[in-house]
């Protein structure tokens, strides 16, 4: 599974915070005076002529001369000179995306529907992939993405997830040091601008996905002199007093709105032996009902090998493993893996086969850049009784995500009291924006995703696929959502009011 999508379903959706009340402090050219030296680094089944780099910046802006960190960056050049008009950041999501691997999974087709208009550029994040990291010293349990996020015990006990949550939040101010207390989105905000004047380019556009929008949006609210053309592709409420604890509450209503996607499909004649039910309307009782059997009977797993061997696994599946499921398969359009996950589940002939991220935990790097960033980011509310007054109402409610939503994050127990307010987006500046929203998104809602458009008033055109899964542009097969975004990067031509683009 790539990194950005197993990332994301911490939120969307991550020590003291060095940087997150940072959006006044000014960025001068010399602070960003690393030059960029670039060498070849083609991926298999990349793009080719995709070369790489370092970045180096100040961990801490408000002490531009003290300690650095390096950002790995990559670039493909426009292979047209003469149809160049600038340069794309493609902005990853998570927190957690590495947007060098996305730069290379995408390279090939952005530069076929964008045919030279651009340079595409990306960077990892503080603390991802190639950039510098940091770990927390998280225990395995802790790391397994099941833990990590606050899935309630049986019956919505959150005992277990308070422990945890203290655990991973002591350990983080223990072990994290500087990097990881710089893991904010102001920060990367901050990365962005010192990497497009390392470029020597003038103005920067940008393509952001999932909490990438929430990125892009931000650098285009403070640097609206350097911003060209921007594309929103999957937002949130940009909320600033709630951030990524309003992205995780979202996704109850969200998995609600997706799921009768999947109960359709799963229903359908044609499926034959991975059919789960006759009708519609019985998939949905017939997976709260295995769930809950899973939370009383964990099943023995099995875990496949590169080769096709199957070996015993180390975890049986219970009922949150298969909730979790459930979230990571409607991001996207294939629903055999969790046919097969629950046909296996319910059969007490055959051996479920968990997927590498239900099966193993998250390296500690990666689960210590997710959880600082969306916790550096904004204080989240400290009372243990209103967390398990929330979930005990979200899971009756919302019952296919039993409340862990909004459940105990470690951010409620963050070492953190140098939090600040992110920049409020406003509707003041140039209309440069583009958003495009699935309907049916499992973990950006079109109903939050209403809300960024609003904070954005006449700055912004919404384009509204009538889709499920979670990225819209070159992702979900929608012709009409991938003309809208290619005809504004390459000409300019943005919709005159919010349009709507029907299912193929």
């Known amino acids: 599974m790539k990194t950005q999508r197993r990332n994301a379903l911490l939120l969307t959706v991550s020590t003291a915070a060095v940087a ?9 050219q010399a602070q960003a005076a690393t030059t960029l030296k670039w060498r070849p680094c083609v991926q298999e089944k990349g793009p080719s002529g995709q ?10 802006y408000r002490q531009p001369d003290g300690e650095r960190t390096t950002l790995a960056v990559s670039r493909i050049r426009s292979e047209r000179p003469e149809a160049r008009r600038g ?16 730069l290379t999974d995408k390279g090939k087709a952005l530069a076929k529907e964008l045919k030279g208009a651009y340079d595409l550029v990306a960077l990892d994040p503080r603390g991802v992939r190639g950039s510098a990291r940091a770990g927390c010293g998280l225990a395995p349990e802790d790391r397994d993405l099941v833990n990590l996020r606050p899935w309630p015990g049986r019956n919505g006990d959150i005992s277990g997830n308070v422990a945890r949550a203290r655990r991973i939040a002591d350990a983080c101010s223990r072990n994290g040091g500087p990097l990881v207390g710089s893991m904010t989105t102001a920060n990367e905000v901050q990365d962005i601008e010192q990497f497009r004047q390392a470029l020597g380019e003038e103005k920067i556009s940008a393509w952001g996905v999932s909490y990438g929008t929430y990125v892009a949006a931000q650098y285009a609210q403070k640097y609206q002199e350097h911003t060209d053309r921007v594309v929103l592709d999957s937002s949130g409420d940009p909320d600033p007093s709630r951030v990524a604890r309003g992205w995780a509450a979202n996704m109850s209503q969200a998995m609600e709105d997706r799921f009768p996607d999947f109960a359709r499909w799963a229903a359908a004649p044609e499926q034959k032996e991975l059919r789960l039910a006759q009708r519609p309307e019985d998939v949905r009782p017939m997976f709260l009902a295995l769930a809950e059997r899973l939370d009383r009977q964990p099943k023995p797993t ?27 398969t409607l991001y996207g359009n294939d629903f055999t893996p969790l046919a097969e996950l629950i046909r296996d589940a319910r059969d007490p002939r055959r051996t479920p086969v968990l997927p590498p991220y ?52 470690p951010c409620a127990f963050w070492k953190n009291d140098a939090a600040g307010k992110p920049v409020r987006l406003t509707p003041d500046g140039p209309s440069n924006v583009l958003m495009i929203q699935n309907l049916r998104d499992p973990s950006t809602p079109y109903f939050g995703a209403l809300k960024m458009r609003e904070a954005l008033g006449q700055r912004a055109r919404l384009v509204t696929v009538d889709g499920g899964g979670h990225g819209v542009y070159l992702g979900n097969g929608n012709a009409c959502g991938d003309r809208a975004v290619t005809g504004y990067l390459v000409d300019g031509k943005r919709p005159d009011a919010d349009a709507y683009c029907p299912a193929p």
């Open 20 to 28: 997150a009340g940072l959006a006044g402090v000014p960025t001068t």
């Open 51 to 60: 070369e790489c780099a370092e970045l180096t910046v100040p961990v801490d």
């Open 87 to 102: 340069t794309l950041l493609v902005v990853p999501g998570g927190p957690g995306g590495s947007g060098v691997q996305r």
């Open 302 to 328: 099995a875990e496949q090998d590169p080769d096709g061997r199957r070996k015993p696994g180390k975890v049986r599946l219970d009922g949150n493993r298969l909730r979790q499921a459930l979230q990571q």
């Open 358 to 409: 239900l099966a193993r935990p998250l390296p500690d790097e990666d689960a210590a850049v997710t959880v600082a960033t969306i916790c550096n980011d904004v204080r989240w509310p400290r009372s243990v009784r209103s967390y398990a007054r929330d979930v005990a109402a979200d899971r009756a409610r919302y019952p296919l995500t039993a409340g862990m939503p909004v459940g105990v994050f």
